[in-house]
């Protein structure tokens, strides 16, 4: 990775992984105001409750929180206002399309800095049922268990 590719990680929406089963990711930019991104570069900003909808041919991110940025007092933005989202046309064609089958949804995984633009990378996810998310809590508690075993053998080794 060069020296221009390197990102900061803003926010994360590490529910989404244990309420979804995630089919493809994409990339996205956002169209923000002065204070949003200046309170995202502060990391006043969450996207847990975040989703993405199609409407007018364009792609919106609704319900992500961007903190008021406190200096700029009279000129703030709306904290949950809806956000366009930059995407090329045949990018929200297909996605749009896919949003329309039933069961799945589109949601923000993760928000970045990358070259001094915000980025949102998204997910076609489709959501778990609860013995799924159950199923998928015994996998890893059993991977974890393995991992243990395999480290204390190989301490007894030496």
Do not use: C
């Amino acid at each position: 990775m060069s020296e221009d590719e390197k990102i900061k990680v803003i926010a994360t929406n590490r529910k989404a992984r244990h309420e979804y089963h995630i089919h493809d990711t994409l990339e996205a930019g956002l169209v923000l105001t002065g204070t949003e991104i200046k309170s995202i570069r502060a990391g006043h900003v969450s996207i847990q409750e975040a989703f993405v909808i199609h409407r007018d041919g364009e792609m919106w991110v609704i319900n992500m929180y961007i903190a008021p940025y406190d200096p700029a007092h009279h000129a703030n933005h709306e904290p949950r206002r809806p956000r366009k989202l930059l995407m090329h046309k045949h990018e929200i064609a297909r996605w749009a399309d896919r949003a329309q089958q039933r069961g799945y949804t589109i949601i923000p995984l993760r928000l970045y800095l990358r070259r001094g633009r915000a980025k949102l990378e998204i997910a076609l996810a489709r959501g778990k049922k609860l013995h799924d998310k159950r199923a998928a809590l015994a996998e890893r508690d059993a991977q974890r268990r393995i991992s243990q075993a395999l480290s204390e053998r190989r301490k007894g080794r030496r």
